[in-house]
């Protein structure tokens, strides 16, 4: 949110202010980076909150502006105090996203400390975990019935494809909920061509199905892949009940 300055920064608010689009990480001094973007949706009340554990330097204060900077410390004091906003907004809406910004570059597996955060983010009451950073997606892990994403990937970027650790490729990440609660997920290939999200097809969408598959298995979570729908399916049991496979509502999460 800074690479460009705190101008540019104020400039990317005032635009999403006035687009009417809703967002949460970033303001003019840290009350207003850490408030949560809540809107309605068919019904559904849904809570966004966004953290980085990137930049402190860039660390919104209540005299600065900047971004809610939340070390991935379960015992910091501005993870616990995270982890009570996640409780208080949780009660607010009927559906919590929390977005973070986590970690380096690179790597298709979670730190220890992605694990044991997102875990305890869960606890603390987020319904989805939608990390980001790594530039190449990572497996889900299914936490008391909630999807935790350990990184989405790059939907769109302008770094050179790495040949082993392919930042080209990602996912539309479908979310299905029945009442709040999620109950299976649909992960659609994403791959970019000159600086283009496009739909990945044939081989090379079964290429990435297949290791999201493997990385998901790697963290106890069954990944089928629908060839009918050219998708990964992800169905979960939520509250001891076996995920039904149709929704009430749907929300997407992508970086």
């Known amino acids: 949110s800074l690479d460009f300055g705190y101008e540019a920064m104020r400039d990317t608010l005032r635009l999403l202010n006035n687009a009417g689009i809703a967002h949460s990480g970033g303001g003019h001094n840290l009350v207003a980076a850490a408030e949560p973007a ?110 935790i994403l350990y990184s989405a990937g790059d939907f769109v970027d302008d770094y050179a494809v790495d040949p082993v650790e392919r930042n080209d490729w990602s996912f539309v990440f479908i979310v299905e909920t029945d009442q709040g609660v999620p109950t299976r997920l649909q992960l659609h290939p994403t791959v970019i061509r000159h600086f283009q999200a496009r739909l990945a097809r044939d081989a090379e969408s079964r290429l990435i199905g297949q290791r999201m598959m493997e990385l998901c298995a790697a963290l106890g979570t069954k990944a089928s892949w629908d060839a009918d729908k050219n998708c990964l399916t992800i169905a979960h049991e939520a509250n001891g009940d076996v995920a039904k496979q149709s929704c009430a509502d749907e929300s997407f999460a992508r970086g």
């Open 38 to 147: 809540i809107m309605e949706v068919k019904g559904l009340r849904v809570g966004l909150l966004s953290f980085t554990d990137n930049q402190p330097e860039w660390e919104a204060t209540p005299e600065k502006g900047g971004v809610f900077y939340v070390p991935v410390n379960v015992r910091d004091e501005r993870a616990v105090n995270l982890f009570e906003l996640v409780r208080h907004t949780r009660q607010r809406v009927g559906l919590l996203v929390v977005a973070a910004h986590w970690g380096g570059n690179w790597g298709y597996y979670p730190p220890q400390e992605h694990v044991e955060f997102g875990r305890a983010l869960v606890a603390a009451g987020a319904d989805i975990v939608f990390g980001h950073s790594a530039h190449v997606f990572r497996g889900i892990e299914i936490h008391q019935g909630r999807p």
